[in-house]
């Protein structure tokens, strides 16, 4: 993409302050604060049970919202609350800092199931573009700005929401299923690298490679420290079942200067998960190969060395989430080992 003529603050001009919501089934419109995490849960598990059975948001993914330093929750996100105390609503709009061909201002959200169809969505989502202008529009960089949205294709009345609201749709993204009673195959380790379980010593390493492998993905900017922290240090994260192809390696981390992560299989074990999937699994969070390593099947053999860890583990299934439209051809690559796709989920965006 081009780079723009006017920064983003010029672009968008003056944006006024944004206004909280009215709507009558709502008493309080009010920032998130971390007392709610028990009842934010709680709403999450409402809206997976109707909206994506197969995944729920963890404790973890609600807290970062109140750990991580880019957000300010009293500015980044919105409860309703109605009479009877529940949250009826809940968003969050973030602006992430990898910021290096994108602005991106992310925008979450949902409203609790059984009081859908009045209009609280739709209110909800007015207060977030609103906020998420404010965000693009804070920004001096000569760069494209994306307010982004995602929904699930099984959650038919948000597509319509997100799309009268001026998101258009720009992705379809697969969740990809494969049975580990099925054989694995040989994928011997290709010449020039090694194979070690992750290490902590490797993080940062593996961290650098992960921007590297993820530079051509659509939507994608630099993953910042701190973020990356929260995911290796997360209680989901499954180092048993993470994998990472080192160069020139040596003896292990810290052999020497030439020694650096240039593919990883990094994964999760959300147990949260299991009860509305059916099934025990693993969840791959992340898989890559940095541009001057593609082409030596190393994606192929990583991934071949973690299913066969989930199989020793006693799951039943590895899952993971893929770009329909992946410049590197994730999708063949998954099919080939014997993924199935599960469920769509979908992307949208609205440019400046």
């Known amino acids: 993409m081009s780079a723009p003529a006017l920064p983003l603050a010029a672009r968008l001009g003056t944006v006024p302050p944004v206004a909280l919501p009215l709507h009558p089934d709502v008493v309080t419109w009010r920032p998130a604060v971390i007392g709610d ?32 330093s880019y ?57 977030e573009l609103a906020r998420a202008r404010q ?3 804070a920004s001096e960089k000569l760069l494209p700005g994306w307010i982004m949205a995602y929904a699930e294709q099984r959650a038919p009345d948000a597509q319509a929401l997100l799309e009268r609201a001026g998101l258009s749709l720009q992705r379809h993204f697969f969740t990809l299923e494969r049975e580990l009673e099925a054989p694995v195959g040989h994928a011997p380790v290709p010449a020039g690298v090694e194979f070690v379980h992750w290490a902590a010593a490797w993080s940062e390493s593996t961290r650098r490679a992960r921007n590297a492998a993820f530079a051509d993905h659509w939507g994608s900017q630099s993953r910042g420290v701190e ?15 993470s994998f990472l192809a080192i160069a020139d390696a040596g003896a ?3 052999a020497g200067p030439g ?3 240039v593919g990883f299989v990094l994964a999760l074990r959300n147990e949260s998960d299991w009860a509305g999937q059916g099934f025990t699994s693993s969840y791959v969070q992340l898989v890559g190969v940095v541009r001057e390593w593609r082409g030596r099947r190393i994606a192929q053999a ?3 060395e973690h299913l066969e860890a989930c199989r ?10 893929v770009d329909a439209e992946n410049p590197t051809g994730a999708l063949g690559l998954y099919t080939a080992h014997g993924f199935e796709v599960a469920h769509t989920h979908l992307g949208y965006v609205r440019e400046y």
């Open 37 to 68: 995490t028990d009842e934010l849960l709680a709403f999450a598990a409402a809206v997976a049970r109707a909206d994506h059975p197969n995944w729920v948001e963890t404790r973890d993914d609600v807290v970062e919202v109140f750990e991580l």
């Open 71 to 127: 957000i300010e929750p009293e500015r980044d996100t919105l409860v309703g609350v109605g009479a009877d105390g529940r949250i009826l609503a809940s968003g969050s709009v973030v602006c992430p800092p990898g910021q290096e061909t994108l602005v991106r201002s992310i925008v979450l959200g949902a409203v609790r199931p059984d009081v859908r169809g009045r209009g609280i969505g739709r209110a909800l989502l007015d207060w």
């Open 135 to 137: 965000q693009l529009a």
């Open 227 to 241: 973020a990356w922290a929260r995911f290796v240090d997360g209680e989901q994260f499954a180092p048993e079942l």
């Open 252 to 254: 292990g981390p810290g």
């Open 259 to 261: 020694a650096e992560v």
């Open 302 to 304: 990583l991934l071949a």
């Open 312 to 321: 020793r583990a006693g799951l039943e299934k590895a899952t993971l989430d």
